[in-house]
């Protein structure tokens, strides 16, 4: 079973920033992804890192306000969010994923750890 821990989450006002962190067990060569599941809604990719950091993806919904990166050598996958908005409160979480141009999939025999909380007031 790999170990994954998210951290980074909090409350913040529309407009601010956070960065979220994560460290998983099973790092090296995986292509990774951030997940997030809002408050009675499923689960979604909204960005995926391919495992050498040159390919990237991101949803409509966080193009142009997430940044996802990686630091292969401490095994850590972040994701930079800024000018945060309402809808992007969710627990958000970490996964070794696929993705193409149009998807971002979680490898779901990866488990799934305890996320990290988001919300963004008005």
């Known amino acids: 079973q790999v170990q994954v821990r998210e951290s980074g989450g909090g409350s913040v006002q529309a407009g601010g920033s956070l960065r979220l962190s994560c460290t998983a067990s099973?790092?090296?060569?995986?292509?990774m992804g951030w997940f997030r599941q809002p408050p009675g809604k499923e689960r979604e990719g909204i960005a995926c890192?391919?495992?050498?950091?040159?390919?990237?993806y991101y949803s409509d919904r966080v193009k142009g306000r997430f940044t996802i990166s990686r630091d292969n050598v401490k095994s850590l996958l972040y994701l930079q969010m800024n000018d945060l908005k309402p809808e992007d409160t969710a627990m958000y979480y970490c996964?070794?994923?696929?993705?193409?141009?149009?998807?971002?999939?979680?490898?779901?025999?990866?488990?799934w750890g305890q996320g990290t909380q988001v919300t963004v007031s008005s």
């Open positions: 996964a070794a994923a696929s993705f193409g141009n149009s998807y971002c999939h979680p490898e779901e025999s990866y488990g």
């Open positions: 099973a790092f090296a060569g995986a292509h």
């Open positions: 890192l391919s495992w050498n950091a040159r390919n990237t």
